[in-house]
């Protein structure tokens, strides 16, 4: 199997899946590993973190809506060093 590699735009977030907003979205059913990077949050600029996680496509956007993909995942949250 060949592993690919895409950036896209969260569109929407939450404990158990998100939506990404992309150009060449995956079909129904891949597994796809996710990694999210948010902003920094308060006063503190240096701290900044990051989600992972293994996932699978849910949906697909459809002819109306913007591109892109909802995926279900369990996600870890990592502290990013600066």
């Known amino acids: ?15 158990s899946g998100l939506f990404v907003l992309c ?3 995956p079909s129904v059913g891949t597994a796809v590993d996710l990694e999210v990077r948010l902003p920094s ?3 503190d600029k240096t701290q900044r973190l990051r ?8 949906r697909v956007s459809g002819p109306k809506e913007p591109t892109g993909f909802a995926a279900t995942s369990a996600f870890v949250l990592h502290e990013v060093e600066n």
């Open 1 to 15: 199997m060949m592993k690919k590699e895409r950036l896209g735009r969260t569109r929407d977030l939450s404990i």
């Open 23 to 25: 150009q060449a979205p």
């Open 51 to 58: 989600l992972e996680g293994t996932g699978k496509v849910i």
């Open 41 to 43: 949050m308060g006063g």
